[in-house]
């Protein structure tokens, strides 16, 4: 069995990502791990070729800022990284996202469990998502709990954005969401945990890709009922990264929840009552 990774990323280094992280929690189970890194204006490259790691393979691309339709750019970029893998698995990775080194084990074992059985298209991992600090994380319905990270290299999808991928039936033109397994691990997503500068600087940059305008990000408007302390351990690789502030961030207490807001607290409510996960997966869970 061999497993692949696979990224795409421009301008990680200006943005704040913990993309060298990102790459190095997985390098140790994989047997390459292809890096898409789009031309850009700061040292990404560079910092990337210094990982030094012979399971490195790097492809360099331009995007096409002429696409500002749904983020589809961000698909192309991604596919682009994952037509380029060669093992039977091909493992996704966004530049925030990060896998303790106490899941590895479980991420090979569920590839090799699931290796032969044709239902399973994709596995899924739990998420968490830091916010404003790394003592803090989101709990909502509105934000996803679960998604598929790597795929069968043997079945033909396509990404309409940088989040999921749908595969092709039989028909060719019908097009679904993946079949999965669950891997029994988690990935710990930094992206709301870095500066808001970053926030803000990365924001203005990429919501063209979607056709919009930005709207400066404060982390403080935010509903504080979602927010949780987090009480775990973060992967190792990420220590050094993380910021420094101490306790649960704390949002404004004056503010105004939004209709999506109060739609999530209704949601949350009904999870709490019922024992439900109403937040969006991005693919169809298989009975085991």
Request: aromatic fraction near 12%; charged fraction near 30%; include cysteine.
């Given at each position: 069995?061999?497993?692949?990774?696979?990224?795409?990323?421009?301008?990680?280094?200006?943005?704040?990502?913990?993309?060298?992280?990102?790459?190095?929690?997985?390098?140790?189970?994989?047997?390459?791990?292809?890096?898409?890194?789009?031309?850009?204006?700061?040292?990404?490259?560079?910092?990337?070729?210094?990982?030094?790691?012979?399971?490195?393979?790097?492809?360099?691309?331009?995007?096409?800022?002429?696409?500002?339709?749904?983020?589809?750019?961000?698909?192309?970029?991604?596919?682009?990284?994952?037509?380029?893998?060669?093992?039977?698995?091909a493992f996704y990775l966004?530049?925030?996202?990060i896998v303790h080194e106490?899941?590895?084990?479980?991420?090979?074992?569920?590839?090799?469990?699931?290796?032969?059985?044709?239902?399973?298209?994709?596995?899924?991992?739990?998420?968490?998502?830091?916010?404003?600090?790394?003592?803090?994380?989101?709990?909502?319905?509105?934000?996803?709990?679960?998604?598929?990270?790597?795929?069968?290299?043997?079945?033909?999808?396509?990404?309409?954005?940088?989040?999921?991928?749908?595969?092709?039936?039989?028909?060719?033109?019908?097009?679904?969401?993946?079949?999965?397994?669950?891997?029994?691990?988690?990935?710990?997503?930094?992206?709301?945990?870095?500066?808001?500068?970053?926030?803000?600087?990365?924001?203005?940059?990429?919501?063209?890709?979607?056709?919009?305008?930005?709207?400066?990000?404060?982390?403080?408007?935010?509903?504080?009922?979602?927010?949780?302390?987090?009480?775990?351990?973060?992967?190792?690789?990420?220590?050094?990264?993380?910021?420094?502030?101490?306790?649960?961030?704390?949002?404004?207490?004056?503010?105004?929840?939004?209709?999506?807001?109060?739609?999530?607290?209704?949601?949350?409510?009904?999870?709490?009552?019922?024992?439900?996960?109403?937040?969006?997966?991005?693919?169809?869970?298989?009975?085991?």
């Amino acid at each position: 069995m061999k497993i692949s990774a696979f990224t795409f990323i421009r301008n990680g280094s200006i943005f704040g990502f913990p993309y060298r992280e990102s790459i190095r929690s997985v390098l140790p189970i994989v047997d390459e791990f292809v890096v898409n890194v789009g031309y850009g204006d700061d040292d990404t490259l560079e910092k990337i070729k210094e990982i030094g790691d012979r399971k490195i393979r790097i492809i360099e691309s331009s995007w096409n800022d002429n696409m500002k339709v749904s983020g589809y750019v961000y698909g192309q970029q991604k596919m682009i990284a994952q037509f380029n893998c060669t093992g039977d698995w091909a493992f996704y990775l966004e530049g925030d996202e990060i896998v303790h080194e106490n899941d590895l084990q479980k991420i090979v074992d569920a590839c090799r469990s699931n290796l032969h059985d044709e239902r399973v298209e994709v596995l899924a991992f739990d998420y968490i998502h830091f916010y404003g600090n790394a003592n803090s994380y989101l709990d909502s319905p509105g934000w996803y709990r679960q998604a598929a990270r790597i795929i069968r290299t043997s079945v033909r999808s396509y990404a309409p954005d940088g989040l999921f991928w749908h595969v092709l039936t039989d028909k060719s033109k019908v097009s679904r969401y993946p079949r999965a397994a669950h891997t029994g691990a988690m990935i710990y997503h930094y992206g709301w945990a870095r500066s808001e500068e970053e926030m803000n600087r990365k924001s203005a940059n990429v919501q063209k890709y979607w056709d919009k305008n930005h709207q400066k990000i404060d982390y403080r408007e935010i509903d504080q009922m979602i927010i949780r302390e987090f009480t775990g351990t973060h992967p190792a690789v990420i220590k050094d990264w993380l910021p420094n502030e101490k306790g649960v961030f704390r949002a404004n207490p004056a503010h105004n929840l939004t209709r999506r807001e109060k739609k999530h607290r209704l949601m949350k409510r009904i999870e709490e009552l019922f024992g439900l996960d109403l937040s969006k997966k991005h693919f169809i869970p298989l009975k085991s």
